[in-house]
């Protein structure tokens, strides 16, 4: 069963981008097409690796879409896919809030 759907539609959401990295990788791609080093150039204290790991389950969950260009050096770009697309309210959302909330502290 490791298709399952949680009963909670929050925790399936959380499921997709329950950490800050793939909001963030999700945001910088939402401006369109992006090749490796431009989203870890845009997303700033990010590693290597962790940006990797997290490309790669988003892209296994649906998210994205990775495509290679062969030749040296290796060219990858990465896009949204509809439904990283579909995630847009969400973040704009998000955006909204922390905007709100930023403007009532200072």
């Known amino acids: ?6 009963d909670c539609p929050v925790e399936t959401t959380l499921q997709y981008i329950g ?7 999700i945001q910088n791609l939402l401006g369109g097409t992006k090749r490796f080093g431009e989203l870890k150039q845009s997303i700033g204290n990010i590693t290597q690796k962790v940006l990797t790991y997290n490309l ?10 990775r495509k290679v260009f062969p030749g040296v050096p290796l060219h990858v770009e990465y896009t949204l896919t509809e439904l990283g697309y579909s995630l847009k309210p969400i973040l704009d959302a998000m955006a909204a809030w ?3 909330c930023k403007n009532n502290k200072s």
């Open 1 to 6: 069963m490791e298709n399952a759907q949680p």
């Open 19 to 25: 950490d800050r990295w793939k909001v963030l990788i």
């Open 56 to 65: 790669r389950a988003m892209e296994q969950k649906g998210l994205l879409v």
């Open 98 to 100: 922390g905007t709100e």
